[in-house]
C-alpha cells in the first residue's frame, strides 16, 4: 500500500514537470514566431555594393605569364606572387562554354578552368577582374595553357578557391569586352583565348542543319569570300543548340580557341550572330534549288594532328564508300591558312585518293559534274606548276582536264581553285581516282570539297574561288 502510494505520488510529479516543460516550450515558441514575424515585416534588401579591388597591383600581363610556362607538360605550381589584371570575355551563360572562363588583357588571353556551374551570374561579361596566381596552376589541354589547380578533375580550381584568388573590380560592363576586326587568314597564335569579330563570313550549311546535333557537340564550318574556314564548335546543351544556322553572309563575334591543330571558334551566344541574311561573301551566289548534289566529301572536322594516312583516316563524312590510296604518300592535313582537313599530296611523289561506292543512279537521264578545290604550295619565290598535275580517273575513263599554270608571281600561293568536269555517269557503284602525279606535282596539292552534282548549263571548268 505505501509502495502503491509513492509510485502514484511520482507520477504526478511527472506529469506536473511534462507539463511544465511543455508550457515552457509553447511560450518559447510564440516568442519565436513573433520574432519571426516582427523581424519579416522590418526587413529592408541590403544596399548594393560596387566591388572595389584593395589587392596588389598588377605585375604580371597574360602575354609573359604564357611565355613564362611555355615548355610545361604537367600541371605546374604557380609559386610567385603574380597577379594579372583582365577583363571576362567569354563565360557559360548560353551553356555553350562548359566550366571555364575567358579572360583578356590588351596582350593576349587565356581560359581559366572553374568547376562551377553558372558562373555567369557572379563573373559577366565585362567584368574586370584581379588574379592573385601565387597557388594556382599553369595546366596544359590540347597544346593550349590554361589557368587551373592541380590534382583536381579536369584541373578545375574549386569554386571556393576560385573566389579566394579571384576578386572582382567595379560593375561590369559589356562594352568592356571589346572583339578585335580580323580575317580568317589573319589568325595567329597570339589571338588564341581572345574575343573576335569576323565579317562577311557564313555558314556553309546555313538555313539546313542546326548548330549542334541533339547527343553530342558538333563541329559546323564557317567560311569567307576566300575561301577559307574554320570550325565553330557548339555543345549540345547550349541553348541556341536547335536552332537553325542563319543563312547568308554576317558578322560572328565568337572566343578563338585552338585544340591541338584544330582553330575553333566558341560562340558566347546566339547574339553573337550578327546581321546574316545578306548576300554570301566572295561573290557566291547560294545554292541553286534547281542542282541536286548526289555525293560531297569535305573530309570532316577530326582532329589531325597526326597527319594521318588515308589508310589510318576516320573522319570521312562518308562511311558508305571506300577511301583508299595505292601510294600511301597522302596525308590529312590543317594548316594555319586551311583550318578544316584536306588531302595533302605530296610533291615528287605519286599520290593517290580512290573512292569506291559512290552512288549516282537517281541522276540517270541528267548531266552531271564532279567538282573539287585544289591549292598548289607556291611559297618560294619563282615557283609555279599547272593544276593538271592532278589527274582525274572516272570508272576507268581519264577526264580532260584543262590547263592551269599556278605561280607565286600572280599571287597563287594557297590560292583556292574550283574545278568542274562534265561527263560524271549515273550509276550505283561509280569509282573516281585523283592521281597527283610524280614528275608534274612538283610544289605540292591539297584537295579538298569534293561533290556530285547536277550541271547548269554553262560550266566554268576550272577558275580561282
Known sequence: MQLSNIKNKNMKRADKLFAHRMAR??????VAMTVLLSCERDFQAPPLTEPAYTGPEANMTIAKLK???ATITDPTLIDVDYTIKATVVGNDVSGNIFKQLYI?????????????????????EGQEIYVQLKGLYMVMYGEQLQIGYGQTNANRIPWEIFNFYVQKNKWPKAE???????KLSELDETMVNTLVKLENVYFVDGGKLPFSASDATTNRLLKDGDGNSIIVRNSNYASFAADMLPEGGGTLVAVLSKFRADWQLLIRSIDDCRNFGQPIPGGTTPVDPDIKTYYTETFGTADVAARPLIADYTGFDNK??????????????????FNTPHLWFPSGKDGYLTIEGIDTSEGTG?????????????????SEMNLNAMAVTVDGKAMDVPSQVVSNANGDNNKVYSIS????????????????KAADNTMGLRLDNISITTAKDEVIVIKPK
Do not use: C
Not at 568592356?176 to 580580323?182: D, E, F, I, K, Y
Not at 541528267?366 to 619565290?381: G, H, K, P, R, V
Not at 561527263?423 to 585523283?434: Q, S
Open 176 to 182: 568592356n569586352a571589346v572583339p578585335r576586326t580580323v
Open 320 to 337: 558508305s564508300v571506300k577511301y583508299s590510296d595505292a601510294s600511301g604518300s597522302v596525308s590529312v592535313r590543317t594548316t594555319n591558312t
Open 104 to 124: 583578356q588583357d590588351e596582350t593576349g588571353g587565356i581560359n581559366m578552368g572553374v568547376d562551377q556551374n553558372s558562373i555567369f551570374t557572379e563573373f559577366r
Open 366 to 382: 541528267e548531266t552531271l559534274t564532279l567538282n573539287y578545290e585544289l591549292t598548289a604550295n607556291l611559297f618560294d619565290a619563282g
Open 67 to 69: 611565355s613564362l610556362y
Open 421 to 436: 568536269l562534265k561527263g560524271i555517269p549515273a550509276k550505283k557503284d561509280l569509282k573516281i581516282e585523283f592521281h597527283g
Open 25 to 30: 516550450r509553447f511560450l518559447g515558441l510564440v
